[in-house]
């Protein structure tokens, strides 16, 4: 349901250990103000005894108003809760949360009461799902196909990555990405090449329950990162919710399950769907072009068959070849015609789209036969 979120609580709701929290080795120099860092992060020991703490951070502006000195707190959800983030958290899990974020930063120099947890401004968030795949799918495979849309444009994002060997996919800007990664595969990669920055003994040990042979799991991961205030208020609102809300009110199953809905649709459940689609026969499709549309010239029913299978080699793959041969205003007016691919489709889709609607759909939490003992 929920994992990374970012907390500021404003001064006067916090009390620190100053002792606890080490200035950073550099004094920062912004917009005219001097500034110090202060942190209070988790400790070597503690990631190897699987002992998960939040990340601290108070920046200190030299200016009079010392009263707008918050305490930024960073944080994965279900780990503080779980240990892991392959289990997922729910609404009645907000107690227990706050209760073990608030004994985790006492013990980490931060006093701050349940109550001004609950109602901290949250300033970023990862609403996100762990959804497992069946009837033979694998996470590298889903994420390969889905490699094949053209997200970048669709969602009005900057850059895309296909990396680690097909275990991960990332449609991303600053202020806001969607990432899409082999939950399973991230668990033993080292925190520079882990999708999964935050990795502990436990996540790590998780692996290879979920590799074993009797009872092996494919875990597909589907997250959205609003990591900008501004586009995270823009994007709660155009859903129904209210801007800069506090911890309790991003701590909900609709308003995450709306997030994570609204950017699967934007990437797979639009223009694109027939990408999906069982049907691989170039002749069967024509066959079915002539059909459907009997008034349908010959040139544009092989134009629009042509198009259908170099697309679902790749849409951006099809737009680079035809970018290398003539201007953009060319591939545009030929992107124009992407719809009606649809039509032209069979289909038939491959049956991990409806496993994924499905769960989405559904947005119950994700557990493991396996208990994990809570830290």
Known sequence: MLDTVILKIPR??????SHMFTPNADILKGAGNYLVKCVSNPTAKDKREGIYRPRLTLIKRMTKKRDEIP???EFSVPKMLYGNNVEEVEEKDFDAVVEALHRSMKEMGALVSVEEIKKATVSAFHPSKNIELKDGYTSGFVITELNKVNASK???????????NGHSLQFYTNSHSLVVYDKVQDLRKPDKRAIDKDQNSIQGSLFDVLIDKKNKREILRVEVR??????????????????SPTFQEVFKK???????????????NSKDLFLFDMESNPKKTLEKVFKDNPKIKPKQALYLVG?????????RATRAIIERRADKRTWYRIAEDLPLLNDISGKVYHGWVKRINDVLADFAPFKLSTSVVAV
């Open 12 to 17: 006067g709701a916090y009390q620190l250990k």
């Open 71 to 73: 305490l930024k707190v």
């Open 154 to 164: 669709k969602m009005d994002l900057n850059k895309d990555s296909f990396r680690n």
């Open 226 to 243: 609003l990591a900008k205030k501004v586009k995270m208020n823009s994007v709660i609102k155009s859903l129904g919710f209210k801007e």
């Open 254 to 268: 609709d308003l995450c399950k709306k997030i994570v809905l609204n950017y699967w649709q934007e990437l797979v």
């Open 307 to 315: 198009l259908w299978a170099l697309s679902k080699e790749g849409i």
